[in-house]
């Protein structure tokens, strides 16, 4: 059933016009250690607006008891690793004046005490902003309704005034902070209901759902993506996890058949709902530690990301570039090229996919009847008047 309300909404949204935004992750995970990286975004805000990105998504930029800015402390105090308030302003500022909007990164789902462990300040909570069954014994909230995280106290957003507290938090960052949207961080912390309340008003959202992936049942993780954003009311994307999960493996064993379903469509989420889907093959958690600036290591196969690229960048969803890739391993010519393509071509969130081929060493597919992108190492291009536009190590574009 809830597969079937999704695929009515991929239908209802298809009736409007897709959206072009390119996407790019403005930091990595050892961005905090820089030493002033707003400023670094300022600077590099001409750039970024001019190779056509027009979203770009911001480090958690308040007051936290880790640099990286996951574990909030003063939610109001907008100092942090990453620089001052100030700075933080003028790279939003920065950004705008170039044409990009900015999405905050937040950390709803914890908090940590100034302190101790629970002694929430600036604004002010008591004991019973924290869920019972928090691993701090003293929280005197309710029960949570989602996902645990040992490493904080679990917000009780059940709890009206807490949630009230928040939304006004959440119109302060809006309007004085000058943020434009959200990323939303660990969203399987709480219930969907209550992010779906927080996030109403943001023009552009996007939740992280990240599930553990079994590649030889892509269908049950993106269903997963699906029922989650059904739940929230169907207006906060999510983050295309299927996609890279399935890509890596079929980039990093040549089985290149598992980029088609069942149906012939894609097998990530952009084959299901595409208009909700915001595709990357690393970010600051699954990039490798050495080289892409990684945390987790659940790496893209280095040595294939203008591939990577070449497939989200032709295909549906929202891509997502991540700054190590485009701003320091050479590849931002490579990365450019592929963005100039899909705007020139206008391909968009909602673009369709006639796959050509998906078998060993060999993926190439048809995007709305305007650009053919082929990847894998075996060599193939399409008959008929198809000129080649761009092309590097195992992939190739073509277009009319
Ligand atoms: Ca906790
Ligand atoms: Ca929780």
Same mark, same amino acid.
């Given at each position: 059933m809830k597969f079937l309300l999704a695929f009515s909404l991929f239908f209802c949204s298809s009736a409007f016009a897709g959206d072009p935004s390119v996407m790019l992750q403005g930091f990595h995970w050892s961005s905090a250690k820089s030493g002033g990286w707003w400023g670094t975004l300022a600077s590099a805000a001409p750039e970024i607006g001019a190779a056509g990105i027009n979203i770009v998504w911001f480090p958690p930029s308040g007051d936290s008891l880790s640099p990286e800015g996951y574990l909030p402390k003063q939610l109001y105090l907008q100092d942090s690793k990453y620089g001052k308030e100030s700075q933080l302003k003028g790279a939003i500022g920065a950004m705008h004046s170039a044409g990009v909007t900015v999405l905050g990164d937040l950390v709803l789902n914890h908090r940590v005490g100034s302190s101790d462990w629970a002694d929430f300040k600036n604004p002010d909570w008591g004991l019973d902003a924290c869920t019972s069954d928090d691993e701090y014994g003293a929280c005197a909230g309710g029960a949570d309704t989602g996902k645990s995280y040992d490493a904080a106290r679990d917000i009780d957003h059940a709890n009206d005034s807490i949630r009230e507290s928040l939304k006004e938090w959440l119109? $302060?960052?809006?309007s004085s902070v000058g943020y434009d949207g959200w990323r939303y961080d660990y969203a399987r912390g709480f219930s969907s209901s209550y992010l779906a309340e927080y996030d109403s008003g943001s023009s552009f959202s996007v939740a992280e759902i990240w599930d553990d992936l079994?590649?030889?049942?892509?269908?049950?993780?993106?269903?997963?993506?699906?029922? $989650?954003m059904d739940s929230a009311g169907g207006k906060i994307k999510v983050f295309d996890f299927t996609t890279k999960g399935v890509l890596q493996q079929a980039i990093a064993t040549g089985e290149y058949w598992r980029l088609a379903d069942g149906a012939d469509k894609p097998s990530g989420l952009i084959g299901w709902w595409p208009e909700n889907a915001v595709t990357f093959i690393d970010n600051h958690d699954t990039a490798a530690r050495q080289g892409s600036r990684g945390h987790k290591s659940w790496p893209f196969p280095q040595n294939q990301l203008p591939q990577g690229y070449a497939y989200i960048l032709t295909h549906p969803g929202i891509p997502c570039v991540f700054w190590p890739h485009f701003f320091d391993l050479g590849l931002k010519e490579e990365i450019t090229g592929l963005i100039q393509v899909r705007k020139k071509y206008g391909i968009h969130s909602g673009s369709k996919v006639n796959i050509i081929t998906a078998g060993a060493g060999l993926y190439a597919a048809n995007i709305d009847g305007k650009v053919v992108v082929k990847i894998g190492p075996e060599n193939w291009h399409p008959y008929g008047d198809w000129q080649l536009v761009l092309s590097g190590n195992n992939y190739a574009v073509w277009a009319k």
């Open positions: 119109g $302060w960052m809006k079994d590649v030889d049942n892509s269908d049950a993780h993106r269903q997963g993506l699906c029922d $989650w």
